[in-house]
């Protein structure tokens, strides 16, 4: 790490450090990207839950349903099963899409989070960030399986 100092004829003094960089301020970005996924995740479920009261009539819901919503006896396996399950409007599906969105937010997250210590050159928190999204990661492949 270099030192440089201006000029005193040039006015006060300052210190310029090369190789340094300033840190990140990435709350604001973590904190709205987890308040957002999850409003838009909690609106989703509501909306699966009005479709099927919609659907089923809200006896369905007040006298403890025998069977389950069309479209919930299985479970999702990827992304573009809900989303094909969407079209006819199956509110299972869009409740499906809302349980996904509210498990994808932490993983985004993470990865903003990686990419913030990637701009500050901690590279301690860049292997800890990376290590968790890989565990991540394997958790979705596994769970597939």
Same mark, same amino acid.
């Given at each position: 790490?270099? !030192?440089?100092?201006r000029d005193a004829s040039?006015?006060?003094?300052?210190?310029?450090?090369r190789?340094?960089?300033?840190?990140v301020?990435? $709350?604001?970005?973590v904190?709205t990207?987890? #308040?957002w996924? %999850?409003?838009?995740?909690?609106?989703?479920?509501?909306?699966? !839950?009005a479709?099927?009261?919609?659907a089923s009539?809200?006896?369905?819901?007040?006298f *403890?349903? #025998?069977?389950v919503? +069309?479209? *919930?006896e299985?479970? +999702?396996?990827s992304?573009r099963v809900?989303? $094909?399950?969407l079209?006819? #409007?199956q509110?299972?599906?869009?409740t499906d899409?809302?349980l996904?969105?509210?498990?994808?937010t932490?993983v985004v997250?993470?990865?903003i989070v990686?990419i *913030?210590?990637v701009?500050?050159? $901690?590279?301690?928190?860049?292997?800890?960030?990376?290590?968790?999204?890989a565990?991540l990661?394997?958790?979705f %492949?596994?769970?597939?399986a």
């Open positions: 790490m270099k !030192v440089h100092l040039a006015g006060p003094a300052t210190v310029e450090r190789g340094e960089h300033e840190p301020n990435i $709350d604001p970005v904190s990207v987890l #308040r996924g %999850v409003l838009a995740a909690a609106a989703l479920i509501l909306a699966g !839950v479709f099927y009261v919609a009539g809200a006896r369905a819901i007040l *403890a349903p #025998r069977g919503p +069309p479209g *919930a299985a479970n +999702p396996t992304l809900v989303l $094909d399950e079209s006819p #409007r509110p299972a599906a869009v899409l809302g996904l969105l509210l498990i994808v932490p997250n993470v990865a990686l *913030a210590f701009l500050e050159r $901690d590279w301690m928190y860049v292997g800890l960030a990376g290590f968790v999204l565990m990661m394997v958790g %492949v596994v769970g597939r």
